[in-house]
């Protein structure tokens, strides 16, 4: 689907007093209240109209079927250039290439199947109705940062664990909010740029109950010295902070699908607005979203198995590594997205996405591995540590007060951009001795890594 309409035709329109143009302007907007999430409508930025006839003059249904599938899946984005690297990076490992190129080849594999996992997830809302489809991007929208998660809880790399889910959150917070109020403000510099501070409230409510649940764990450690004892007592409320955090996620959901829905909807559908349809059937795109999770699994593998080899051979830390290559790598498409639909004057959607995705990280992602991992018998806590903990609260203090006015500007972005670049920098010289203990249960550091 094309998603670029001609801005100035359509604001021209709208002084007019054209309701068809006020429509095409907020054909992007309206989608949202069809099950498609804020980060859907920013990934179909990047996608690409197919052409039907390149296969429609294939004699056989099946195969001209299965070919117009291929295109529309593997095709149809603007990232489909990095799709040679999932071979590649097959093909290094079976090889026994330098690690450091599997993971490499691995995370830029990442960046298109993230985004088809929206475009799937987007084609079966379409089959399901508005509710499911609201609950599976409610799901899957970070697949993949879920899935790298689990990997890395199986091979018992909490530091990775902690420091992915953590970078996420800070670059959708700072990076992809900053960078989107600046582009927006610098494109729209003569007219003010406002957005509904409904929305952007629920979400900064949620981030500040996802600190508190950070904090607590971390203050309780300090506050009650560091024994055995308070390392259970610290693991004993970090499971019970998630699933109370678990819980509110649960109660979010119902809220913005059902109760408050029109908070969450930037405008009602207009009855003659152009229906959008599917361009894939449901089990093909199940199909399709089954095999995608299933290679963005074996990426993420390697992406665990080789982090290491990749911070000792390139001289960075895993910190680094983890809390800023691997979100910016991993939502390409989603923040790029953001982006553009910031130049557009659309600041509801590049908030969508930003607030949204961190919120959906901060209280369902992170709990949600604390309980795997008990599960699994492995000891993992909200205790993100010291720094780790104090970046994150700075994070979602400063967006806090940055949203407050529902008014923004370019500056507003320079500071939040700022702000991450500062952070940036923080854990691209954090770099401890080694066998250096911290006493967080028992936890090293290593070449900037907390590992368990």
Same mark, same amino acid.
């Given at each position: ?8 035709t ?22 949202i209240?069809?099950?498609?999430s ?14 039907p ?32 690297a ?8 079976f ?61 018992? !790399?909490?530091?990775? /664990?902690?420091?992915? *889910? &953590?970078?996420?959150? %800070?670059s959708?917070? @700072? +990076?992809? #909010? ?8 610098l ?10 501070? !409904?929305?952007?409230? /629920?979400?900064?409510? *949620? &981030?500040?109950?996802? %600190?508190?649940?950070? @904090? +607590?764990? #971390? ?24 699933i ?12 913005? +699908? ?60 895993v ?35 930003a607030l ?22 492995i ?52 770099s ?20 368990a």
């Amino acid at each position: 689907m094309d998603l670029q309409p001609d801005e100035s035709t359509t604001l021209n329109s709208m002084e007019n007093g054209d309701p068809k143009g006020s429509m095409i302007m907020n054909k992007e907007l309206i989608m949202i209240s069809n099950g498609r999430s804020a980060q859907n409508v920013s990934s179909s930025i990047l996608r690409k109209k197919s052409d039907p006839a390149l296969v429609s003059k294939i004699r056989f249904k099946m195969l001209r079927q299965m070919l117009a599938n291929l295109q529309e899946v593997v095709l149809g984005t603007k990232l489909a250039v990095l799709f040679p690297a999932i071979p590649l990076a097959v093909v290094a490992d079976f090889y026994n290439f330098g690690r450091p190129w599997i993971f490499a080849l691995s995370l830029l594999g990442l960046a298109p199947l993230a985004e088809r996992v929206s475009f799937l997830t987007e084609q079966i809302a379409y089959f399901t109705g508005p509710t499911v489809g609201g609950l599976l991007n409610a799901t899957c929208g970070n697949a993949t940062e879920l899935i790298i998660a689990l990997f890395a809880l199986h091979q018992n !790399k909490i530091h990775v /664990v902690k420091y992915s *889910l &953590l970078g996420s959150i %800070l670059s959708n917070l @700072l +990076l992809v #909010l900053g960078t989107s109020l600046l582009c927006g403000g610098l494109a729209n510099i003569r007219k003010e740029q406002r957005y509904d501070r !409904k929305q952007a409230d /629920v979400n900064s409510l *949620l &981030l500040l109950l996802g %600190l508190l649940c950070h @904090l +607590l764990p #971390l203050m309780l450690k300090y506050a009650a010295g560091i024994e055995n004892s308070t390392a259970l007592c610290t693991l004993q409320l970090s499971r019970a902070s998630s699933i109370i955090m678990l819980i509110a996620y649960i109660t979010y959901i119902f809220f913005q +699908l059902k109760t408050h829905r029109e908070l969450f909807d930037s405008q009602e559908e207009e009855e003659d607005d152009e229906e959008e349809k599917a361009v894939i059937g449901f089990w093909s795109a199940f199909a399709w979203l089954v095999g995608m999770t299933i290679i963005i699994a074996v990426l993420s593998e390697y992406v665990v198995g080789t982090i290491e080899a990749a911070s000792d051979s390139w001289g960075i830390s895993v910190s680094f590594i983890s809390i800023i290559l691997l979100p910016i790598v991993g939502n390409a498409a989603e923040h790029a997205g953001s982006i553009i639909f910031a130049f557009k004057n659309k600041l509801d959607i590049s908030l969508g996405v930003a607030l949204g995705s961190a919120t959906q990280i901060s209280m369902f992602v992170v709990p949600l591995s604390v309980i795997v991992a008990w599960i699994m018998g492995i000891r993992m806590d909200l205790d993100f540590s010291l720094l780790e903990t104090g970046c994150l609260a700075f994070s979602i203090i400063v967006t806090a007060f940055t949203l407050q006015d529902g008014t923004s500007h370019y500056m507003k972005g320079v500071v939040l951009f700022l702000c991450y670049l500062v952070i940036g920098a923080c854990f691209f010289v954090d770099s401890i001795p080694l066998n250096e203990t911290t006493g967080n249960l028992g936890v090293k550091k290593s070449s900037g890594a907390v590992i368990a």
